[in-house]
């Protein structure tokens, strides 16, 4: 079984690496390169640390091991979509289109070919059922990535395999320390990889600008401030406003005015949906319920948190649509919608949220 182990120099792909080694497999490694440098240096994503961590593994484990650049393609898509996306007023999520676009797809593309399955530090796992392979959860549920994973396809799925996404966290900390691996006690990494140290806002100020608006109170009218353009906020933020008397949630956005408008007080009814409309919905291993009368039971998120929600899936038109059992709050346009068996344990696939 030739297996491909994309190695990021983190415990947790450290650690898979050290369970393949343990099951009898001779993985190749392979360091991805997908931090941006612009032609002024702006963008860069450090990784002189994580290359040595990964090339300190490949000699501890005796595997060969392959530093590839996708940096051009990174930029392409993940980066371009981004700039786009918030361009339009839309909450990206450049995590969900780089597992989609970049480690499964423009790495399958050009270096995958000869591998049978490809190994990742991910905390998710599959399930068989009927001849048919699912993504599901992992068996620690606070640290589960299924819904950075939940656009990706049937084909990537079926070259997957998560070896720690039967662990937990504290676990794969405890095999790292045994094992002595120089991650052991590194802090996750956190943030968009492309950014490095440069400050999202930053970032998108050098390539969308800045252009002065009003911060408007949804229930007055009143103008309660001044921010220097949509793109640099999102649905259901409280932060950075710049506002007295607060607290302030950001509740909607007018793109074409340059207005946002926000609501006082603790969790303001203004934030808060029942219906979710999805457009561009993924079913990773195909719709389980295309033979079965709508609505159905689901679980779903709409960003990366360790809780469930509770739900229906219903189709209107076509086009697939959330009705949650609990109001849900900061639902923003842009941001993934994704949708899980009634257990939790399935993920299904996702849909971008076109209403807010």
């Known amino acids: 079984m030739n297996i491909a182990a994309l190695v990021s120099g983190g415990v947790d792909s450290s650690v898979m690496l050290h369970l393949l080694k343990e099951q009898g497999h001779e993985p190749v490694i392979f360091y991805i390169l997908i931090g941006m440098k612009d032609k002024e240096g702006f963008l860069d994503c450090p990784s002189e640390e994580d290359i ?22 990174y930029w392409d898509s993940v980066v371009a979509y981004t700039i786009d996306a918030v361009k339009k007023g839309l909450t990206p999520n450049p995590d969900v289109m780089c597992n989609r676009m970049i480690k499964f797809g423009s790495f399958n593309e050009k270096y995958g070919s000869n591998f049978d399955l490809i190994a990742t530090g991910h905390y998710a796992s599959t399930t068989m059922l009927n001849g048919v392979k699912y993504l599901s959860t992992a068996k620690d549920k606070f640290k589960d990535q299924t819904d950075f994973l939940a ?22 900390r405890k095999i790292a320390t045994t094992a002595k691996l120089p991650s052991a006690g590194r802090k996750d990494s956190q943030g968009i990889c492309f950014l490095g140290k440069v400050n999202y806002n930053d970032f998108i100020r050098k390539y969308v600008g800045e252009k002065e608006g009003a911060i408007v109170e949804l229930e007055t009218g009143k103008i309660l401030g001044k921010h220097k353009g949509y793109w640099f906020h999102t649905i259901g933020q409280r932060k950075g406003l710049g506002l007295s008397q607060g607290p ?27 219906t979710i409309r999805l457009q561009g919905f993924n079913f990773i291993s195909g719709n389980p319920w295309q033979n079965m009368e709508m609505p159905v039971d689901i679980t779903f998120k709409i960003r990366h948190t360790p809780d469930f929600n509770k739900g229906r899936l219903l189709f209107e038109n076509g086009k697939p649509v959330i009705e949650s059992l609990e109001p849900v709050s900061g639902v923003a346009a842009g941001q993934f919608g994704v949708v899980y068996d009634p257990e939790s344990n399935l993920c299904f696939g996702s849909g971008e949220i076109d209403w807010q």
Do not use: C
């Open 52 to 73: 040595e961590i990964t090339t300190w593994l490949s000699k501890k484990y005796g595997l060969r091991m392959e530093v590839v650049t996708l940096q051009e393609e």
């Open 151 to 172: 656009q990706i396809t049937r084909e990537q799925l079926n070259k997957l395999i998560f070896p720690i996404g039967g662990l937990h966290k504290a676990d794969v």
């Open 248 to 274: 302030w949630f950001v509740v909607k956005k007018d793109t074409d005015e340059n207005i946002i408008y926000v609501s006082n007080g603790y969790d303001p009814l203004t934030q808060y949906r029942n």
